[in-house]
């Protein structure tokens, strides 16, 4: 395989810290044990082994040391003086000490974001891990896994009444929440004991089946605090969903509740850009070829057979291949036919503080913000904490999505000024207890939802396989079945992704060359820059550093070479 990325920069000059490494556990898993390393800040809030499947193996090591202004307990202490010895012995509350942290710190301006910004990883697709989805069971039977490293997603928020509040999701958080009456705990734990096997139920059901599912949370007794929690905050779904949508939707996520932690939801270090990045390490290890500051130009397309037989890419450089990847977003509108596609618009904040605070300030949360008016959808908030490795020490990432029915400020706007304040007004109402975080950065933009379109939509020979974009859905199931649905296509007979060996237990014959039909070794007539007739053009701009990355490419022009073959215009 042959991959081209037409980055200017290098994976290693991209991050200012080292690559996530691989964690050593006390003991090594079993057999068929699932083996995913996470970051635990918060021991304490880890569910006890409520799950017949086995738990996760924490790092030992902790993370590393935060740095606060505030550095011994005097420094959290009132001001007011000590006269008594049980005065002496009184302890600030975690909160308490936070608070005296945050007016000691010192403020984040826009100059020092600048300065600071190779700590930032910014994803444009944002997205979560469902602890029992697609994507985290592919990393775990492949192997890949071991190239990264996750953190538990500690809260599940939701908008509700004006304000942000926790949303009790788990057996643990359904009995220790304070702003749930005995009856309420008790309805909403029979209705979610219910979805857990609904579908032994039908007779629950069936008569809304063609039905909303928030009509159907009416008729089961829940009170609107509880309907609130159950459609926007654990079955994101939306008030036109079925009620046999909402069913699936709620059952998937209590399923994923206790595997890794408190919520069914994972973060890898770093951001979602770490995810590809382990597979192409495992493809490297297996002979995998990158070409970096590469992009393809145009495809050589066979007059007789139709297929593509060759690529181009910017520096003349011509690649022979049987099958050709490429995502929708490459393909040139002269190959595309009638299409309509969805939008998604998106918003990417750093902001100052948390949107709810709690003990630690270092929480990964999940916030659903229901629809504020009518027409409008509903708009997922992810806010991402420093530890997260996303953001510099003092700021939190939040990234907003929703489906985009204007443009992303349009349709974002009214969410970010209900939960946050601007940044010129961070120091009005400084004494108030629900101050809101300040925006210190912003950017909205739209991105283009290909997900539905299917491979009939394109012009193209046979065997160019294209992928779809980012979906809005918050998981990458799709993704993960669109991979192998083309993987099955390529290679019917070979197993997706099957576990790959330890680096140290492979043993390569003879001297360990490069196997053939790589496609380098060729020697092949570098072919002019610009598209010649009978190539398929993808509209992929030329990288400004023409330095060729690839030291087995012969600078000289081989012989040309004579062929029958002929190429028809794309």
């Not at 991050?15 to 635990?40: F, N, V, Y």
């Not at 990393?139 to 939701?158: C, G, P, Q």
Request: net charge negative; with cysteine.
């Amino acid at each position: 395989f042959v991959f081209f990325f037409d980055s200017e920069e290098s994976e290693d000059e991209e991050k200012e810290e080292s690559p996530p490494q691989i964690s050593q556990t006390p003991a090594e898993p079993e057999q068929g044990e699932d083996h995913l390393t996470t970051r635990e800040d918060h021991p304490s809030e880890t569910l006890d082994n409520i799950d017949p499947q086995p738990q996760l193996q924490a790092k030992e090591q902790g993370e590393p040391v935060e740095e606060h202004t505030a550095t011994n307990n005097s420094d959290a202490v009132p001001t007011e003086p000590l006269e008594t010895p049980e005065a002496e012995q009184t302890k600030p509350t975690p909160s308490q000490l936070q608070d005296t942290e945050e007016g000691k710190r010192k403020p984040i301006t826009y100059s020092k974001i600048l300065k600071e910004g190779r700590r930032f990883n910014i994803d444009l697709v944002s997205k979560l891990l469902y602890s029992r989805g697609a994507l985290v069971d592919l990393l775990i039977k492949s192997n890949v896994s071991r190239y990264a490293e996750f953190k538990n997603v500690t809260r599940i928020l939701t908008y509700q009444n004006g304000k942000v509040q926790q949303v009790p999701c788990s057996r643990a958080d359904v009995f220790a929440s304070k702003q749930l009456t005995v009856v309420e705990k008790r309805m909403l734990m029979k209705f979610l004991t219910f979805c857990m096997d609904y579908e032994q139920h039908p007779e629950e059901y069936l008569d809304f089946k063609d039905r909303s599912f928030s009509e159907f949370l009416k008729t089961k007794k829940l009170t609107e605090n509880l309907q609130h929690f159950v459609l926007h905050s654990i079955a994101m779904a939306s008030e036109a969903d079925s009620t046999t949508e909402g069913l699936k939707s709620t059952q998937h996520f209590l399923q994923c509740l206790g595997r890794y932690g408190n919520t069914p939801f994972l973060f890898p270090l770093y951001g979602l850009g770490e995810i590809p990045q382990c597979f192409c390490r495992m493809c490297a290890v297996f002979g995998g070829i990158y070409c970096l500051r590469h992009s393809v130009q145009c495809l050589v397309v066979d007059k007789e057979s139709g297929r593509c037989k060759a690529v181009i890419d910017t520096h003349g450089q011509r690649i022979s291949c049987n099958h050709f990847i490429v995502e929708d977003g490459y393909v040139a509108d002269e190959q595309r036919k009638s299409v309509e596609y969805r939008q998604i618009s998106r918003a990417v904040l750093i902001t100052d503080r948390s949107l709810l605070k709690a003990d630690s300030d270092q929480q990964i949360s999940l916030i659903s913000v229901p629809p504020l008016e009518a027409g409008q959808t509903a708009v997922r908030v992810i806010e991402l904490c420093s530890s997260a490795m996303t953001s510099m020490q003092g700021t939190y990432l939040v990234h907003l999505t929703c489906q985009s029915s204007g443009t992303a400020k349009e349709d974002l706007t009214p969410v970010v000024s209900r939960l946050f304040k601007e940044y010129e007004n961070a120091e009005e109402n400084e004494d108030s207890e629900e101050e809101k975080p300040a925006v210190l950065w912003a950017l909205y933009f739209n991105m283009r939802d290909s997900s539905e379109v299917e491979r009939s939509y394109y012009d193209l020979p046979s065997n160019v396989h294209v992928c779809s974009g980012p979906a809005a859905a918050l998981g990458s199931d799709h993704s993960v079945r669109l991979a192998e649905s083309i993987f099955q296509q390529l290679f019917p007979d070979e197993e997706f992704c099957p576990p790959a060996p330890n680096p140290e237990d492979i043993i390569y014959d003879g001297d360990g060359g490069q196997a053939e039909g790589a496609g380098f070794g060729d020697h092949q007539e570098p072919e002019a820059s610009n598209p010649a007739e009978g190539a398929v053009s993808m509209e992929c701009k030329p990288p400004e550093s023409e330095e060729s990355v690839d030291p087995n490419v012969d600078s000289e022009d081989p012989p040309q070479e004579t062929t029958a073959e002929t190429e028809t215009p794309a």
